[in-house]
């Protein structure tokens, strides 16, 4: 076949209109010289009329046929269907309408959460060669992922045989001084590999060069395009320029892009304001092994290496290591973790289960679109009956049939997809704390594509089994019946439809139950403290305070605890130093009295630090359950002290008074003296504790803080005050308090307790909240479509309604009837649904707190909740049945 | 009434048989649909009736294949436009192969039900 033949293929289809009407006149012209040979036979005209569409037999067929010769019959037959289809439902607006909302929340709302889960689980991180990205941490019992050492990071890098390259990352804040106004600045502290390894250009300037990451370098910094703009108006002129950081000289050798992005929530990786390199950060914990000052890393799999070997290798690395460095690394392992799994592990289940709901929704969607398709396919056998009497086959009718209802489909996707580009954004702007990699989530080819072919099955879905219904060639019993349609074979599909819905809503319910329940519990659960009217924040302390000695530190802080304390609203202030609740803390090792010091540090049991001011347990409103808290005179001239938490002292001296006792903790020559016994605090956020390991938690007086160590403190410092009234009236007031003390000291960081606890709840929050929504969508549209399948099935009853009141029925009993009809229907979907909750609720035990998956009473109170909504929406038909006029009903033909 | 199911059977069963007698119709010069279906009635005695819900479909298919054209034409004997088919080459060289597809076939057919005159 030439080109031209087969561009002519196509063209025919242009000049369809004028085919077709060549084909009419071509058959008129065979009809009439066949007349006229019957006429020239002797035949009257009209017989002879007759003798000629006799002979040419069925047009329709003919033309038919002649149209499939053309051979772009199923492109026409198509477009048939289309605009057939679509005249059906313009001429059915009600119908249309309903069928398209219901379809567009269902589809809309799937691909939400599509968009969702592929945006932070099914595409590839946003770096170069992302899948053999490996998160490393140390672990360090009971911790499985522990900031790492720096001497150790460095010789895995040394070490290794299976990572082409290695990245180290801290964060840090530090004043900035001498450009503008002083202040304080998110430094990222990077190995010179972290850009290349992410695959991030600086937009201006270079990345850092291996020399720069070491000790004794010239300190340089890279800054990000968002600082760069904000603070130096985006100048060219900046590279070269020199960054005064805690009043040290940084020179500035490039800037970074913002759409540079990393996450990994559980090592607090926050974007920097700026970078530095970690190997020339001037301190003695990048010397010390058995430090963990929370540094993390990742690193590049050589091409071809498996997760498997690699962690064989670095296995390998610990041991050696703990053989070397008894004392700091013995026990101490080395985990590797895909760096995905490690940004988005934590979401994985919880988004399965939500996409699992948003798919039960659309299921339900269906049923009810299917539903009311059948009604209206039961009104339409008439017109099928007919169709079919004219020659259309059976496939044709189904053909045209799903064709409406993938078009009703397709059209409802597009709405849904209009709602979920407005639903995704809501609900990621809604708790942009609860999921990781938020800014991956978009409406991409993939969603599309998505969306697409949900519409097209879900079309597919829904339609057949009205298609296959109403084009049962019963050609008899449609003609017959006559525009009334048929009652009986449809509605037992409907009724198996209800049935799944009901069930389907009741599981969607039960999991929104559960996790309400759950939250709701966890808003009541005690943490250990009082959080109402807390404010925390942090005061930066001017660079001039590390040049002080001890004594003028101590002093330093007691003033300013004491400035706080002052401002009006403020009941109490108090200094906590490496532990804020609910944000992790320092971790110490120590012995009790009467132990033998175990040999290494790291064999030691571990302990949660807390270095406080005196009033802190006032301000938390943490209860002391035995002997005394700490006092003013609890300094460095009087004996050492500490508080310990009721764990400790159950675990570490049973059966006798811990007060009295001694205390030791690494790396402190002297010993602390327990002088009272507190309520244990919920330091990992409110689940956190019941699940992971519950570290015991050791207080100590800042002020008593060796003239070693007091240093490290003379930075900055993390405060907790409690306010007479909840809000932050005061924050202005401390503010100005702690600058009126010092130009170069800031307050910064004001987040009120309460704040801090929803946003450990984030998680929980965004499942609740969506798991809550999907089940409303699912009751709502379970009972439109159970009211839809009663007042049909009323409608239908109408004349024997009629019959039954003219014959005595009370009003009442027709209602029992109709109402007893749905409440059937309604306890066997209630039954399989609870049925199907028990078996699929555990999925959502890691949303569940306190809470059992097969919780009785979120069981029955779903069950009667929706029961009733049910119910009710039976009632309405029903009472409508109820006012049916006998002679009206009977005359209903 | 014939079932659409029948039709179908008898074109397929037709199908290429009535091609070619298309063909060999149109070899006389162009002529319109109705004219061909009578040329076939006549030249056979009335034994072959073709079927019109056959023929047309039929046209448009070979019309489809190029092995004919069609055209609209005034009618010399009265004042009306006929769509007239005509053959094309392609059309004269598809006659050409079946039908010596068909003597093939026929005498092929004739040797097994009348082996006698073989001798």
């Known amino acids: ?893 | 009434m014939k079932t659409s199911k029948q039709t179908a059977d008898r074109l397929e069963l037709m199908q290429g048989t009535l091609n070619m007698l298309i063909l060999r119709t149109l070899l006389l010069g162009p002529l319109h649909g109705h004219a061909i279906a009578k040329h076939i009635r006549r030249t056979t005695d009335d034994v072959l009736q073709v079927d019109h819900g056959s023929l047309y479909p039929a046209l448009h298919r070979l019309e489809r294949k190029g092995w004919i054209s069609a055209k609209w034409e005034m009618a010399k004997d009265r004042n009306r436009e006929f769509k007239y088919y005509r053959l094309t080459p392609a059309g004269r060289k598809q006659l050409a192969t079946e039908h010596s597809k068909w003597k093939l076939l026929v005498a092929s057919i004739g040797r097994v039900m009348e082996p006698a005159e073989e001798g």
Not at chain 1, 402 to 412: F, H, K, P, R, W
Not at chain 1, 438 to 467: E, I, K, Y
Not at chain 1, 864 to 886: F, G, Q
């Open chain 1, 1 to 893: 076949m030439s080109i031209w033949s087969r561009l002519n293929l196509c063209v025919p289809w242009f000049r369809r209109r004028v085919r077709v009407a060549d084909l009419d006149r071509e058959l008129r012209n065979h009809m009439d010289l066949e007349a006229e040979e019957q006429r020239e036979a002797g035949a009257s005209p009209e017989e002879a009329t007759y003798a000629a569409l006799r002979a040419l037999g069925n047009a329709t067929q003919i033309k038919e046929d002649v149209r499939m010769a053309w051979g772009f019959q199923w492109l026409e037959t198509l477009l048939q269907d289309i605009r057939y289809g679509l005249r059906q439902l313009r001429r059915n607006p009600g119908f249309t309408a309903i069928a398209l909302i219901t379809l567009a929340l269902g589809i809309g709302a799937t691909t939400a959460i599509f968009s969702i889960v592929n945006g932070v689980l099914l595409n590839p991180l946003p770096y170069p060669h992302a899948p053999r990205l490996m998160a490393f941490a140390e672990k360090l019992p009971p911790f499985q992922d522990f900031a790492i050492s720096y001497p150790d990071f460095l010789d895995w890098v040394k070490m290794n045989h299976t990572f082409e390259a290695l990245a180290a990352y801290r964060h840090t804040d530090m004043n900035l001084t001498g450009s503008g106004e002083a202040e304080r600045v998110k430094v990222i502290q990077v190995s010179a590999s972290f850009f290349p390894l992410l695959g991030v250009k600086p937009v201006i300037g270079r990345n850092f060069a291996p020399a720069e990451d070491r000790p004794g370098a010239a300190s340089v910094v890279i800054l990000s395009e968002g600082f760069w703009k904000s603070k130096f108006g985006g100048s060219s002129q900046i590279l070269g320029k020199v960054l005064k950081l805690d009043g040290k000289g940084y020179t500035v050798v490039g800037v970074i892009p913002k759409s540079f992005y990393f996450c990994c929530e559980k090592e607090n990786f926050v974007l920097g304001d700026v970078y530095t390199p970690i190997g020339s950060y001037d301190n003695q914990w990048m010397l010390d092994r058995g430090a963990h000052p929370g540094i993390f890393a990742f690193g590049r799999l050589r091409r071809g290496v498996t997760l498997q070997r690699a962690r064989a290798d670095m296995d390998g690395i610990a041991r050696d290591l703990a053989s070397a460095y008894p004392d700091s690394d013995k026990n101490v392992g080395i985990s590797l973790t895909p760096l995905k799994e490690r940004m988005v592990g934590n979401v994985e289940p919880v988004l399965l289960v939500l996409l699992a709901a948003v798919g039960f929704v659309l299921l339900i969607a269906c049923a009810n679109v299917a539903n009311l398709l059948l009604a209206r396919a039961a009104g339409r056998r008439h017109e099928f009956a007919i169709r079919a009497a004219l020659g259309a086959s059976r496939a044709r009718a189904i053909r045209q049939l799903l064709a409406e209802s993938v078009l009703l489909a397709l059209a409802g996707g597009g709405l849904g997809l209009l709602l979920a580009s407005w639903g995704t954004k809501a609900a990621v702007a809604m708790l942009p704390e609860a999921l990781p990699r938020a800014n991956d989530v978009r409406l991409d080819p993939h969603v599309l594509a998505f969306a697409l072919v949900v519409s097209v099955l879900v079309g597919v879905l829904f339609g057949l089994a009205p298609a296959l219904q109403s084009s049962r060639p019963d050609l008899h019993e449609g003609l017959k019946e006559g525009a009334r349609g048929s009652i009986g074979t449809s509605h037992r599909t409907r009724h198996v439809l209800i049935v799944m819905e009901m069930a389907m809503a009741v599981v969607l319910l039960i999991g929104a139950g559960l996790t309400i329940r759950s939250l709701a519990r966890l808003w009541r659960a005690n943490p250990g403290f009082n959080p109402h009217n807390v404010l925390t924040f942090n005061v930066a302390l001017p660079p001039s305070t590390g040049k002080e000695t001890p004594d003028q530190i101590r002093a330093s802080l007691r003033q300013l605890t004491g400035a706080i304390a002052a401002v009006p609203g403020v009941r109490a202030a108090a200094i906590t130093d490496g532990a804020f609740p609910m944000q992790g803390g320092n971790i110490v090792g120590f012995w009790a009295e009467g132990q033998p010091k175990p040999a290494t540090e790291s064999e030691m049991p571990n302990a949660v630090n807390y270095i406080v001011g005196e009033n802190y347990f006032k301000v938390m409103g943490i209860p002391i359950l035995h002997g005394r808290l700490f006092t003013r005179n609890d300094d460095i001239h009087s004996r050492f002290v500490a508080v310990i938490d009721e764990d400790l002292a159950r675990i570490y001296f049973p059966h006798q008074d811990a007060v009295g006792k001694y205390i030791h903790l690494a790396g402190l020559a002297e010993p602390f003296e327990i002088v009272g016994v507190v309520g244990h605090v919920d330091q990992n956020g409110l689940d956190e504790d019941k699940r992971s390991a519950r570290l015991v938690q050791i207080y100590i007086p800042v002020l008593q803080i060796p003239d070693q160590l007091i240093s490290f403190l003379a930075k900055t410092e993390g405060f907790v005050v409690r306010t007479q009234s909840p809000g932050f009236a005061s924050i202005e007031a401390i503010r100005r308090a702690v600058e009126r003390m010092n130009r170069a000291q800031v307050a910064y960081g004001f987040e009120s307790m309460e704040e801090i606890i929803a946003t450990s709840l984030a998680s929980r929050r965004f499942t609740m909240i969506l798991l809550a929504v999907f089940a409303a969508l699912a009751i709502t549209l379970a009972s439109i479509g159970i009211y839809g399948v009663i007042s049909y099935s009323v409608a239908r009853q109408t004349h024997e309604i009629g019959v039954r009141m003219a014959l005595g029925a009370q009003p009442l009993d027709v209602l029992k009837q109709i109402v007893g009809q749905g409440f059937k229907l309604t306890l066997i979907g209630v039954a399989i649904g609870i049925v199907g909750a028990l078996g699929l609720t555990r999925f959502l035990s890691s949303q569940l707190y306190a809470v059992k998956a097969t919780d009785p009473l979120t069981f029955i109170v779903v069950s009667l909740v929706l029961t009733s909504v049910a119910l009710l929406a039976c009632y309405i038909p029903a009472r409508r049945a109820t006012k049916v006029d006998p002679m009206v009903a009977l005359r209903h033909e």
